[in-house]
């Protein structure tokens, strides 16, 4: 077997994780916490003794619970590329769509939509000028788009209503949503995110985020979340695996749940006096992902949102926004977290002889 290396150029087209992602940030929503957990349950709680006292995780039975809620995120996430591959190839055979609308269309886009897109595109556009076309809100670095139109959006809510309530197996957009769809399995990354990522959201993104977006935004993840009375009501304060994310309320009908925003991950040393954003169906909230943020508990009603994560493979290989680092790159399907290798790539080559 011979061996040598190429060069993979600038348009790399392999995607893959941080290995930071098999232990670090597992959520506890009971405690609203993120832990660090490396598969070994008594060094967890000796090493979190102090922590586990302070927020109330004392005795063994609570002990036991939360390492039960650790030890099946850490399953999950060693397993998490195989089990989509299956569960993506199951849906793609068997299921049968409601509304055929996986397919971006421009006609699901509002007017208003298109035409920031479009000055966007030109090429004297600037922060300044684009930033006069939007709703301002009240949070520095977090703006309102109008997205969808409001059929679209119905008929989007009413297709995942109906893949909800199938039989086909589902996988959870991560440890933070209970109630959600991975929008990639349900076949929606090809011809829907994709091209609304790549024409008509990175040319804003690297306006309004230019030290975020640099070359360009090459990946995402996108996921719905659903925020129901009998399900999640709200979404501890955090920070995105994204370098912007645009959030899209698709309905239906709720009261309250306002996303709030706060600082940003690193600035530790500020007051964090977070600020409202309201939902508004249709329209999408877009700010950078370490743009700390939560959402308000909803009141009445159910609420469905669409999240696309989306990252830059140019910042994120310089810093795993994860775990502070350069990433350590573990392999991936599809898109993993958006790093990829721009150096040399070792490539196997098989002898004949
Ligand atoms: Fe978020
Ligand atoms: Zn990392």
Request: aromatic share 10%; charged share 30%.
């Amino acid at each position: 077997m011979a061996q040598f290396t190429m060069s993979v150029g600038s348009e790399p087209s392999v995607f893959f994780r941080c290995r930071c992602y098999f232990t670090r940030n597992f959520y506890s929503a009971e405690y609203g916490k993120h832990f660090e957990f490396e598969d070994n349950g008594q060094e967890f709680i000796q090493q979190n003794s102090k922590l586990l006292e302070e927020i109330g995780c004392s005795t063994p039975e609570k002990k036991n619970k939360l390492l039960f809620v650790l030890e099946k995120e850490s399953t999950r996430r060693k397993n998490i590329d195989a089990q989509s591959v299956q569960r993506k190839s199951k849906i793609k055979a068997c299921y049968a769509p409601l509304h055929k609308v996986n397919v971006l269309k421009e006609e699901y886009l509002k007017e208003e939509f298109l035409a920031i897109v479009k000055h966007a595109k030109e090429g004297n556009a600037t922060f300044a000028s684009l930033s006069k076309k939007l709703k301002k809100e009240k949070v520095e670095g977090v703006y309102r788009l109008p997205v969808f139109k409001k059929t679209f959006c119905k008929n989007l809510a009413e297709e995942l209503n109906n893949f909800e309530s199938s039989n086909m197996p589902k996988g959870r957009p991560n440890t933070m949503n209970n109630g959600g769809i991975l929008l990639d399995e349900l076949g929606f990354n090809e011809d829907f995110i994709t091209p609304l990522r790549e024409c008509y959201l990175d040319p804003i993104a690297k306006i309004l985020f230019p030290d975020w977006v640099d070359e360009k935004l090459d990946s995402h993840k996108a996921f719905t979340v659903n925020y129901k009375e009998d399900q999640d009501l709200d979404l501890g304060y955090h920070y995105d695996n994204a370098e912007v994310t645009l959030n899209v309320c698709l309905g239906k009908d709720f009261d309250d749940g306002s996303l709030y925003f706060g600082s940003m991950r690193q600035e530790c040393n500020r007051s964090d006096k977070t600020v409202e954003v309201k939902h508004k169906v249709g329209e999408g909230v877009l700010h950078r992902g370490q743009h700390k943020h939560g959402a308000m508990p909803i009141s009445y009603g159910e609420r469905t949102n669409l999240i696309i994560w989306m990252r830059s493979s140019s910042i994120r290989n310089q810093l795993c926004p994860m775990c502070d680092n350069k990433p350590t790159l573990a392999p991936a399907i599809g898109f993993g977290d958006g790093f990829t290798r721009h150096d040399t790539l070792t490539v196997q080559v098989c002898s004949l002889h």
